[in-house]
């Protein structure tokens, strides 16, 4: 097009009349089929970028701020208790799972209890995550002294054995695996996301480790504090793990206000609330839940503060 306007604008007199208003005319269809095919390429550029934002992995309606408050998500949940005579490298636990299989398969996340608990102190993580499209296997371990490293080898065993052996292995999509814990079972989950960096996701719950520093983990991990831990502090926890994080990671650290140490046993808004969008964004790839991530959350009756980076792009 270029090329005949080009070759047809040149010249040293003057077309008539009905020349140039026929050029002009020409030119002026000319241009409304460039307008077009532009369109048109505009259009085509469109449709590839349209349908890779198409993401396969979402699960669930779009989320509302009220959806992941909710008690329970839009997904009806079963569960299956898994006896340690049946495993090895951990001491059993309770697999939750939504009940339908309409939707293909789910992330996993394994979640370990804190020094001298048993599941039964993170059994209310299972069908909250659950219900929201994840399997969850809230886990016993060997025994109730475990370290963190042993915790997090058995976070590892229990997601293995999800994956690989257990009843509901045809639900999940084994590429799409996280790990949480409370205590030291937080402090497992960073040792099990430093030994493999193909987790997903990692959340430590007022974590306890006397390893405070991480840079060589690669999974993208929400570390969550409490103003009032008294038995892991902040200050030589919580801050210090996050802190030590790369910086070119996903990573966030919430710090609850008026909390405990314990306040992870027992249910939790706050916390349900941005674990649900941090696995949502992270284990399912699902942009939709990054308005709950960034811009950063403020300081609130419930959040003490918040720090991080938005998400990065997938």
């Not at 059994?123 to 002294?145: C, E, N």
């Not at 306890?208 to 991990?221: A, G, L, R, S, Y």
Request: overall charge neutral; glycine content about 10%; some cysteine.
């Amino acid at each position: 097009m270029q090329q005949f306007t080009s070759e047809n604008s040149g010249g040293a007199h003057s077309a008539p009349a009905h020349h140039r208003h026929g050029k002009g005319r020409f030119r002026s269809l000319m241009a409304g089929l460039a307008a077009l095919l532009v369109a048109g390429g505009l259009s085509t550029v469109a449709t590839p970028a349209a349908r890779a934002a198409d993401n396969p992995y979402e699960r669930g309606p779009a989320p509302t701020t009220a959806s992941i408050e909710a008690p329970s998500g839009p997904y009806a949940v079963s569960r299956t208790a898994v006896s340690s005579l049946g495993v090895t490298g951990f001491g059993g636990g309770t697999v939750y799972y939504p009940t339908s299989t309409s939707d293909g398969t789910f992330g996993a996340v394994a979640v370990s209890p804190g020094f001298t608990a048993s599941q039964s102190s993170i059994a209310w993580l299972g069908p909250r995550l659950a219900s929201q499209g994840f399997v969850v296997f809230t886990i016993d371990t060997l025994s109730r002294y475990d370290q963190p490293g042993s915790r997090g080898r058995q976070l590892l065993a229990a997601l293995d054995y999800l994956t690989e052996r257990s009843t509901v292995r045809g639900r999940i999509d084994s590429s799409r695996l996280g790990v949480m814990g409370h205590s030291m079972g937080g402090g497992g989950s960073l040792e099990a996301a430093k030994s493999r960096p193909s987790l997903q996701a990692a959340i430590p719950l007022t974590g306890w480790n006397t390893d405070k520093t991480w840079p060589e983990i690669q999974t993208p991990t929400l570390v969550v504090g409490a103003d009032g831990d008294t038995v892991a502090p902040v200050a030589s926890h919580s801050e210090p793990f996050y802190e030590s994080l790369p910086s070119s990671l996903d990573k966030a650290y919430l710090e609850l206000n008026n909390a405990t140490h314990y306040t992870p046993n027992s249910s939790n808004t706050t916390i349900a609330k941005y674990s649900i969008s941090w696995l949502k964004r992270f284990i399912d790839n699902d942009t939709r839940y990054e308005q709950f991530l960034c811009p950063l959350p403020r300081p609130s009756l419930t959040i003490e503060e918040y720090r991080g980076n938005c998400p990065h792009a997938s």
